[in-house]
Structures are given as C-alpha cells and as structure tokens.
C-alpha cells in the first residue's frame, strides 16, 4: 500500500500563485508521479506529469504556469502554479504509479476568485 498526502492548496486572487506538494509513504525514485484536477461537473484531467528520470508534460492550458518538480529524497513532488486563473479552481489530485497501479491522495482544494 501507498499512502499520498496533500497539501498547500487554498484560496487565492486570479494572478497569484500556489505550491502544492504530495508526500509518499515510501521511495518515489523510480515512479513516474502526476497532479490531476477535477473541478464540479467535469472530468478528472491530467495537469502535470513527471517521469522518474525528470521528463516532464502539461496539459496545455497550464504550460509556461505551472511546474512539477519532485525531490526523491523527501518522497515528495511538487506543482508551482503561478498566474492562477478562476478557471483552475478544482480539486487537486496527486498521482503515483506503482506495480502498475495508480494511487490517489484525497486531494486538495484551489479555489482561485476573479
């Protein structure tokens, strides 16, 4: 079992920024790790990813905003959101792979007002 916990969202003005950061119950070092949003009457969309040798992809909406980092030696991956918008206001969801499977943490909320 894998435990992912979340933490750093919050509310916050249109052009301000954010960090979240997801914590893992054990190694992160060779697994590709992800943040994922889902905001009311949507579907969950991937937002960040980062492999376990650093390559990482956005979905374009957030490209140049956002950034995924991960420091393996705190089992920890990150997202910097700058330049937040209303329409990032969801739930925020860490991802991991392990053994082929996905792991979710229980989210974190961002709500950013206009």
């Known amino acids: 079992q894998v435990q992912l916990v979340e933490s750093g969202g919050g509310l916050v003005q249109a052009g301000g920024s954010l960090r979240l950061s997801c914590t893992a119950s054990r190694s992160i070092s060779f697994n590709a790790m992800g943040w994922y949003r889902q905001a009311p009457g949507k579907e969950r969309e991937l937002v960040a990813a980062?492999?376990?040798?650093?390559?990482?992809n956005y979905a374009d909406s957030v490209k140049g905003r956002f950034t995924i980092s991960r420091d393996n030696a705190k089992n920890t991956v990150y997202l910097q959101m700058n330049s937040l918008k209303p329409e990032d206001t969801a739930v925020y969801y860490c991802?991991?792979?392990?053994?082929?499977?996905?792991?979710w943490g229980q989210g974190t909320q961002v709500t950013v007002s206009s």
């Open positions: 980062i492999s376990s040798g650093d390559n990482t």
């Open positions: 991802n991991a792979k392990y053994w082929g499977w996905d792991y």
